[in-house]
């Protein structure tokens, strides 16, 4: 091996690692996952919308990065911060669950496209494509895990307090409505 040739692993290392420093610093991600599990009262629903979301765009991510689908930087990335106000708003008007996995999927195929445009800038070892490919995508899940592994014993707390927490879960989804609102502004203008 050459001084300037890497190794697979090296590779899987450094695309998982910049799937994390992605997932941790793509606030607009991490707000979508905030919002989506707020509502959650259970585990298996919890689980449910993280794989909706998992699926969804580790399908675009790898469509996009192949360049079989095109990306519109600019639509992405306010289709991002519109999936952010709307589930923050169903969250203060619809009451149940029930088809929250099938929402998160379809909005998970627009943070897809927003995946694909990080990677794209950051760019692929050509000799290792997929391998770089789906050790990025690790690397978002394990920071989505981590993410969601904090946030739902934090979450399960404040729940012990039924006023408190609905009087949190209103005010925090105003806010992140709010968010995903001026980020949609932003972004088109």
């Known amino acids: 091996m050459g001084c300037c040739e890497v190794d697979a692993f090296s590779v899987v290392l450094m695309y998982v690692n910049l799937g994390l420093e992605h997932i941790m610093t793509g606030y607009d991600h991490l707000l979508f996952l905030l919002a989506l599990i707020l509502i959650s009262k259970q585990f298996a629903d919890v689980l449910k919308i993280v794989t909706a979301f998992t699926v969804a765009h580790s399908i ?96 399960a707390k404040l729940r012990s307090n039924e006023r408190t927490y609905a009087a949190f879960f209103r005010v925090a989804s105003g806010c992140i409505f709010l968010i995903g609102a001026y980020w949609f502004v932003q972004r088109v203008v």
């Open 60 to 155: 675009t991510l790898f469509l996009a990065s192949m360049e079989w689908i095109p990306v519109y930087p600019k639509w992405a990335e306010a289709g991002i911060a519109l999936t952010i106000c709307y589930v923050a708003a169903e969250n203060l008007f619809v009451k149940t669950l029930k088809w929250r996995w099938t929402l998160t999927f379809c909005f998970g195929l627009i943070h897809g496209l927003g995946f694909a445009l990080s990677i794209s800038e950051i760019g692929f070892d050509k000799t290792y494509l997929v391998t770089s490919l789906l050790s990025f995508n690790a690397g978002i899940e394990l920071g989505q895990l981590a993410v969601v592994g904090i946030a739902l014993p934090l979450l």
